[in-house]
């Protein structure tokens, strides 16, 4: 869908995706959200599209739900906020999971709610040092959604997870790397580069087997290990059916660099 709440840049081997409502910190209202879905589908059908950045413009990353649209004043009834995360998040943090490619989130400032957790669900996560991460629902009564609770709890364990999701205090790139909620917080110019390094690392890789290495640690956190060694196995099987494994191991004896294609 064209809509300029996302714009989707293509560069050699990656897209970059930006959330594009600076005015209210790109907060999620509908557009922005079948933008994003639609922009993550063309990513993940198109071959030449080998990893996504994604990012926000202005000075916030995303201030997740668009409260303008939940204005009680003008719409009478409490809205269904099940049918909400039903039809729109839920979806878009199962779509981020299962594109079948690397997802960077290149946090470039504030990312509250809904957006920090977008921000999560994503395969790598790097931020500014300027960026912080609020889960913010408490202070408008809601409880952390699109994944929040899984990441928190998970990356983090239940006391921090509770202390972040009860108090809605910020936590700031740094420490959110300390704890390993994020990969690494870099200097605000240095987070596009960095983003871009790694995408173009990535546009050059085995597209296959990262979809599978993927799918293998996203399982991890839910199997035992006796399913999760099956899982292995079957995955590896399959990694090696690749012509990218051909490639990579040829290279390794012939003693030159791989030349992947993804396949
Ligand atoms: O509803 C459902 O469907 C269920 C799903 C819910 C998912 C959720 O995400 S619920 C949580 C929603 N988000 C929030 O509660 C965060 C609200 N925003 C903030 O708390 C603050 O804006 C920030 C801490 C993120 C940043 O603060 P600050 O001081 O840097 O910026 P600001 O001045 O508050 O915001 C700048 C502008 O963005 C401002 O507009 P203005 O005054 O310049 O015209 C502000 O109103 C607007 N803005 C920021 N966040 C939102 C927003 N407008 C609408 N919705 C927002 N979420």
Request: with cysteine.
């Amino acid at each position: 869908m064209a809509s300029d709440a996302v714009l989707h840049t293509r560069r050699d081997g990656f897209s970059v995706l930006t959330l594009n409502r600076p005015e209210r910190l790109n907060a999620f209202n509908e557009a922005q959200h079948l933008s994003l879905r639609a922009a993550l589908s063309e990513c993940a059908a198109d071959d030449a599209c080998r990893a996504v950045i994604l990012t926000g413009a202005g000075r916030g990353f995303c201030a997740g739900q668009d409260l303008s649209d939940r204005d009680p004043t003008l719409m009478g009834e409490n809205p269904d906020l099940g049918r909400t995360l039903e039809v729109y998040y839920n979806p878009l943090i199962r779509q981020l999971r299962s594109i079948p490619k690397p997802v960077i989130c290149a946090v470039n400032g504030v990312a509250a709610g809904a957006g920090a957790n977008i921000a999560l669900g994503c395969d790598i996560v790097i931020a500014s040092r300027q960026a912080s991460f609020i889960q913010a629902f408490a202070r408008i009564a809601l409880i952390p959604d699109a994944g929040g609770t899984y990441w928190l709890t998970r990356h983090l364990g239940e006391a921090r997870a509770k202390a972040l999701a009860l108090t809605a205090e910020p936590l700031p790139a740094d420490k959110a790397a300390e704890w390993g909620l994020i990969w690494k917080a870099v200097e605000a110019a240095d987070l596009m580069p960095e983003a871009e390094r790694l995408a173009a690392h990535f546009a050059n890789g085995p597209t296959h087997a990262y979809a599978l290495t993927k799918q293998a640690i996203q399982a991890a956190s839910v199997n035992a290990l006796d399913d999760q060694l099956d899982l292995e196995r079957e995955l590896q099987r399959e990694a090696g059916t690749s012509n990218d494994y051909k490639e990579g191991v040829a290279a390794f004896l012939q003693k030159r660099p791989a030349v992947f294609r993804g396949k």
